[in-house]
């Protein structure tokens, strides 16, 4: 199982900056198996494996805790299609930008 952090509006993956609400999104054997909502960036950090955002931000914090920090190929992307995206690993490294 991987547990994705999702920084979202609108149920859209946007900045933190811009989030509503952060999404915890279990996914287990290529299935969403629960969404939890966290209030706050911070609650994230050291329960994700990767954290996903639609462009850099400061992901330190992810990193230090052991979390893979991702970016999105689009910036207008829900919740679903994030995880099809990252279950088809198309999801971008920062290391790669």
């Given amino acids: 199982m991987f547990i994705l952090g999702i920084p979202v509006k ?3 993956c946007v900045p933190s900056k811009e ?3 952060f999404a915890k999104v279990f996914v287990n054997e290529g299935q969403i198996q629960k969404i939890d909502y966290v ?5 994230l950090v050291g329960v994700v494996n990767f954290f996903i955002t639609p462009k850099e931000e ?6 230090e805790a052991g979390a ?3 970016m999105t190929p689009r910036s207008d992307m829900n919740i679903a299609e994030v995880v099809e995206a990252f ?3 198309e999801l971008f490294s920062y290391g790669s930008i």
């Fill in 87 to 89: 279950l088809f690993r």
């Fill in 19 to 21: 989030a509503e609400k």
């Fill in 10 to 12: 609108n149920e859209v």
């Fill in 39 to 43: 209030k706050n960036r911070d609650d």
């Fill in 58 to 63: 400061y992901i330190f914090d992810f990193l």
């Fill in 68 to 70: 893979e920090p991702l």
